[in-house]
């Protein structure tokens, strides 16, 4: 089975703190996933990463960094946190699957985060 | 980013009846995907679909991709109580270069309670 491994199931940060959320899979899969799930929002992609030291903006990119130096795992920062940032947080990963048959996406277990 | 229309929002139903759910889009997918969220925990990947017309089980789990490749439904028969949570749809859609790429959209999810 696919693992997906979040470093922290919850966390609590002041506003301004740099935060750092980490996100390991055993897979070697190529592609790996940040999201933030708000209540009435759904799931919304922040940033991924299609290979090490590569990635693309998703959805709501603002207020985020990430960085993969190794291909199991890739890391979500936050610059600086501010309160609208408090949610929960998922990562995902899977093979590329170019083209008809995408494959689908494994999640971790998720990571709440409170800035207070 | 674009979302999946599905339907309906949250279920409360009693222990043993069935259950059906839909997502339905105006754009064409090329895969349909299926996954249940605990409180508290990631999405698991429930039901995999890549072809249009597809059916699948899973257990008590059906789902099928729509011939028109812009629908996809889930059935639940018989449920229990530890069928609750929210099933969310997703899928890969289609490019008109008849590529796809690594993101998945999705449905706000089904909320599904049921009462033993």
């Known amino acids: 089975d696919v693992k997906v491994t979040q470093s922290s199931r919850y966390l609590v940060k002041r506003t301004g703190e740099k935060v750092f959320l980490e996100c390991v899979q055993d897979?070697?899969?190529?592609?790996m996933f940040w999201y933030r799930q708000d209540p009435g929002l759904g799931l919304r992609l922040i940033y991924f990463s299609y290979d090490v030291k590569m990635k693309e903006k998703g959805d709501i990119p603002e207020g985020y960094s990430v960085s993969r130096e190794k291909k199991e795992r890739f890391s979500l920062i936050l610059e600086s946190a501010s309160t609208n940032q408090t949610s929960m947080y998922l990562c995902?990963?899977?093979?590329?699957?170019?083209?008809?048959?995408?494959?689908?996406?494994?999640f971790g277990d998720g990571t709440r985060l409170s800035i207070l | 980013g674009q979302q999946l229309n599905q339907s309906p929002q949250s279920m409360f139903i009693q222990e043993g009846e069935d259950v059906s759910m839909n997502c339905t889009s105006s754009s064409i997918f090329n895969t349909w995907l299926w996954y249940k969220q605990d409180p508290g925990e990631g999405p698991v990947l429930l039901i995999a679909?890549?072809?249009?017309?597809e059916l699948t089980s899973n257990g008590r789990l059906t789902a099928q991709f729509g011939t028109t490749r812009k629908d996809s439904f889930l059935n639940i028969s018989a449920s229990i109580p530890s069928d609750v949570g929210i099933y969310f749809c997703a899928g890969h859609l289609h490019f008109p270069s008849g590529g796809s790429n690594y993101k998945l959209t999705f449905g706000k999810g089904t909320l599904l309670t049921v009462n033993p």
């Open positions: 679909l890549y072809k249009a017309g």
């Open positions: 897979m070697d899969h190529e592609n």
């Open positions: 995902a990963s899977s093979y590329p699957g170019q083209g008809f048959g995408n494959q689908p996406q494994h």
